[in-house]
C-alpha cells in the first residue's frame, strides 16, 4: 500500500475502543490527540497507552492527551460509552471541526442523528466498530480478540475521501470498508448486539451459557430484532449471526455485562431501549426484548 496523507486526528475518548485504536495509529505514524478528563489526559501524557493485543502483540505509544480540542482536526473519532457521549461532546468545539470527517464508533444507532445536530458543519458518517478491547486502568488497553473491524456508511455517492478514511485505518492494522447503506451498516451490529448485551446482563451469564442454557430466549430475541431491522429496509442472516454466538470463547461477554458487574452506567437504554423505540416507531411487536430490558431496569433499581 502506497504511504497514507498524514491527517490530524482527534479521538474522542481513551478507553478501550479509542485507546487502541488511537494507539495503533499514533504506531503507524499519524498524528492524534485524545481528548479526555483532566485526570486521563495527564496520565496519558505522562506514561502513554500500553496496549496488551491478541491480534498486534504488547506496545507502548507516546501520545498528545488535552481535556479539550485546541487544533483544528481532520478526522473525529467518538469512542466514549453512549451513557457520556452527551457530556464528552462538550470538549470539543465545532468550529474546529468545521469540514472535518466525525466518526462515532458506539453501541446503539441514535447518537448518529445527535452528533450532526450538535456538529452541523461536520461530515458525521455513521461507523461500526467489532472488536472485543478493554481499559483495565487509565492508559493501558487489552484487546481479547483476534480482529478489529470497522464499517463505515457513506451515502453521498462517494469520493476520493472514502478511499483515504479506509487507507487511514488499513495503514493501522484495522480492516476497514464502507458502504453505500447506513441502514444496513447500523442494523447489522445493533440486530446482534441486543441480544447478546441484554441476555448476558439479565442473566449474569457469558455466551456460553446463554447459548446453551438460553438458547430459544437468544432466538426469541434475535428474530424480534431483525423484524424490526426488516421493517427498516434491512436483511439479516439469521443462521450466520447464530453461528457468531456460537463461535465466541465460551467466557465471552459483553461490555453491557461487564459494567453491570462494575456497577457502572449501563447502556441499556442506547442498545435495547433503540430497538424498542424503532419498534414501537415501525408498530412492530418485540415484547421479548422490552420484557428484557424491563427486568435489567428492575435489576439495577
Same mark, same amino acid.
Given at each position: 500500500?502506497?504511504?497514507?496523507?498524514? $491527517?490530524?486526528?482527534?479521538?474522542? %475518548?481513551?478507553?478501550?475502543?479509542?485507546?487502541?485504536?488511537?494507539?495503533?495509529?499514533?504506531?503507524?505514524?499519524?498524528?492524534?490527540?485524545?481528548?479526555?478528563?483532566?485526570?486521563?489526559? /495527564?496520565?496519558?501524557?505522562?506514561?502513554?497507552?500500553?496496549? #496488551? @493485543?491478541?491480534?498486534?502483540?504488547?506496545?507502548?505509544?507516546?501520545?498528545? #492527551?488535552?481535556? @479539550?480540542?485546541?487544533?483544528?482536526?481532520?478526522?473525529?473519532?467518538?469512542?466514549?460509552?453512549?451513557?457520556?457521549?452527551?457530556? #464528552?461532546?462538550?470538549?470539543?468545539?465545532?468550529?474546529? !471541526? /468545521?469540514?472535518?470527517?466525525?466518526?462515532?464508533?458506539?453501541?446503539?444507532?441514535?447518537?448518529?442523528?445527535? *452528533?450532526?445536530?450538535?456538529?452541523?458543519? @461536520?461530515?458525521? *458518517?455513521? %461507523? !461500526?466498530?467489532?472488536?472485543?478491547?478493554?481499559?483495565?486502568?487509565?492508559?493501558?488497553?487489552?484487546? $481479547?480478540?483476534?480482529?478489529?473491524?470497522?464499517?463505515?456508511?457513506?451515502?453521498?455517492?462517494?469520493?476520493?475521501?472514502? =478511499?483515504?478514511? =479506509?487507507?487511514?485505518?488499513?495503514?493501522?492494522?484495522?480492516?476497514?470498508?464502507?458502504?453505500?447503506?447506513?441502514?444496513?451498516?447500523?442494523?447489522?451490529?445493533?440486530?446482534?448486539?441486543?441480544?447478546?448485551?441484554?441476555?448476558?446482563?439479565?442473566?449474569?451469564?457469558?455466551?456460553?451459557?446463554?447459548?446453551?442454557?438460553?438458547?430459544?430466549?437468544?432466538?426469541?430475541?434475535?428474530? /424480534?430484532?431483525?423484524?424490526?431491522?426488516?421493517?427498516?429496509?434491512?436483511?439479516?442472516?439469521?443462521?450466520?449471526?447464530?453461528?457468531?454466538?456460537?463461535?465466541?470463547?465460551?467466557? %465471552?461477554?459483553?461490555?453491557?455485562?461487564?459494567? #453491570?458487574?462494575?456497577?457502572?452506567?449501563?447502556?441499556?437504554?442506547?442498545?435495547?431501549?433503540?430497538?424498542?423505540?424503532?419498534?414501537?416507531?415501525?408498530?412492530?411487536?418485540?415484547?421479548?426484548?422490552?420484557?428484557?430490558?424491563?427486568?435489567?431496569?428492575?435489576?439495577?433499581?
Amino acid at each position: 500500500m502506497e504511504s497514507v496523507e498524514k $491527517k490530524t486526528i482527534a479521538i474522542l %475518548g481513551a478507553g478501550g475502543i479509542g485507546g487502541l485504536v488511537g494507539a495503533l495509529l499514533v504506531r503507524a505514524g499519524h498524528e492524534v490527540v485524545f481528548i479526555a478528563k483532566p485526570d486521563t489526559a /495527564e496520565i496519558l501524557r505522562r506514561d502513554g497507552i500500553r496496549v #496488551a @493485543s491478541e491480534q498486534f502483540g504488547d506496545f507502548e505509544v507516546s501520545v498528545d #492527551a488535552q481535556d @479539550s480540542l485546541t487544533v483544528k482536526a481532520d478526522i473525529v473519532l467518538v469512542t466514549v460509552k453512549a451513557t457520556q457521549l452527551e457530556k #464528552a461532546v462538550e470538549r470539543i468545539d465545532p468550529e474546529l !471541526v /468545521e469540514g472535518a470527517t466525525l466518526i462515532p464508533f458506539l453501541n446503539g444507532i441514535e447518537h448518529v442523528s445527535d *452528533l450532526r445536530r450538535v456538529f452541523p458543519s @461536520s461530515r458525521v *458518517l455513521a %461507523g !461500526v466498530i467489532r472488536v472485543e478491547s478493554t481499559r483495565v486502568a487509565p492508559g493501558e488497553i487489552e484487546q $481479547k480478540s483476534s480482529f478489529v473491524r470497522v464499517d463505515l456508511a457513506d451515502e453521498s455517492g462517494g469520493d476520493s475521501r472514502r =478511499v483515504e478514511l =479506509v487507507e487511514l485505518l488499513q495503514s493501522a492494522g484495522i480492516a476497514a470498508t464502507v458502504h453505500d447503506n447506513e441502514a444496513q451498516v447500523m442494523w447489522s451490529k445493533l440486530s446482534f448486539l441486543a441480544p447478546f448485551a441484554l441476555l448476558t446482563t439479565r442473566f449474569d451469564k457469558p455466551i456460553g451459557q446463554i447459548r446453551t442454557d438460553h438458547r430459544s430466549e437468544l432466538l426469541g430475541v434475535l428474530e /424480534e430484532a431483525n423484524t424490526v431491522a426488516a421493517a427498516y429496509g434491512v436483511d439479516s442472516d439469521e443462521d450466520e449471526q447464530m453461528s457468531l454466538y456460537d463461535a465466541f470463547p465460551e467466557n %465471552g461477554t459483553s461490555s453491557m455485562h461487564k459494567d #453491570a458487574g462494575a456497577g457502572l452506567p449501563l447502556e441499556l437504554e442506547a442498545i435495547g431501549g433503540a430497538v424498542l423505540r424503532a419498534a414501537d416507531s415501525a408498530s412492530v411487536p418485540a415484547p421479548l426484548t422490552r420484557s428484557l430490558v424491563e427486568e435489567i431496569t428492575r435489576q439495577q433499581g
